[in-house]
């Protein structure tokens, strides 16, 4: 089976690394800058089996287009959203991950990639971490499955609730653009609506006698008066 293989070998690798110095690099791809599962879980199921790594690991995210390139290093949000799916799960995050571009001078047998000035500097500040025996457990190929079935429906679960706010956020700006649009639409129109009635408002006014202030009244003689208007 080829996930006991790979499980085997990974507690191999680990128990080969026990008392030397070691740097803990993971490698992964993404599609269309979106997570590969299998590649989250293979690094919780070892991180779970070394807990000593705790967080000093570094994460190569390879193969990476020029799209992809562009997005995380001019988008700061998108890239954030990136590592907040990639970590979901793992019982660590860490500060250490570089994208590195898609290169076909790297395919092929006996190619030795020729590293960038980054990418060495990226892997010389990956934390040097030593293993002990007693701290180091098998990774149980059997999981894996189960454990990237729960990966991937958290992760579908995290892209839903996204959508759902990004939805609610649209909503709300829209609602408060119509608001502000009738807010300027009702300033607007009350002068021009006043201006139509106020002819009829000043006929009715007229003959009901609205249109005259009493300024004074002077009493006469046998219950007259003089009543002063304006």
């Known amino acids: 089976d080829t ?19 070691c740097k803990p690099v993971f490698f992964c791809k993404q599609s269309h800058f979106r ?3 299998e590649d989250r879980t293979t690094m919780r199921l ?18 990476c287009f020029p799209n992809v390139m562009l997005m995380q290093r001019d988008h700061p949000d998108s890239k ?6 990639l970590f979901r799960g793992l019982p660590h995050r860490t500060d250490h991950i570089i994208f590195v571009p898609y290169n076909e001078e790297w395919l092929g047998q006996d190619k030795v990639p020729v590293l960038s000035q980054d990418q060495m500097a990226f892997f010389e500040s990956v934390p040097t971490v030593v293993l002990t025996a007693d701290n180091v457990h098998e990774v149980v190929g059997t999981s894996f499955e189960e454990l990237q079935a729960r990966l991937h429906s958290s992760q579908e679960d995290a892209e839903r609730m996204q959508r759902a ?35 009829a408002l000043m006929t009715e006014s007229k003959l009901r006698g609205w ?18 208007q304006a």
């Not at 996930?3 to 110095?21: E, F, N, P």
């Not at 909503?171 to 002068?191: G, H, I, Q, T």
């Not at 249109?211 to 002063?228: A, C, E, H, R, T």
């Open 35 to 37: 997570v590969h599962p």
């Open 165 to 199: 706010l990004e939805d609610f956020e649209e909503s709300v700006r829209l609602n408060d653009a119509e608001a502000r649009k009738n807010f300027w639409l009702v300033l607007v129109s009350s002068p021009l609506l006043m201006l139509g009635f106020y002819p």
């Open 80 to 85: 954030e959203a990136f590592c907040n799916l």
């Open 46 to 63: 070892i991180l779970e089996a070394a807990p000593e790594i705790s967080s000093n690991y570094g994460i190569v995210v390879n193969e």
């Open 211 to 228: 249109d005259k202030f009493v300024l004074v009244v002077v009493p006469l003689w046998q219950g007259n008066s003089v009543i002063l």
């Open 3 to 21: 996930r006991r293989d790979a499980a085997a070998a990974c507690s191999q690798a680990l128990q080969h690394a026990v008392g030397k110095r």
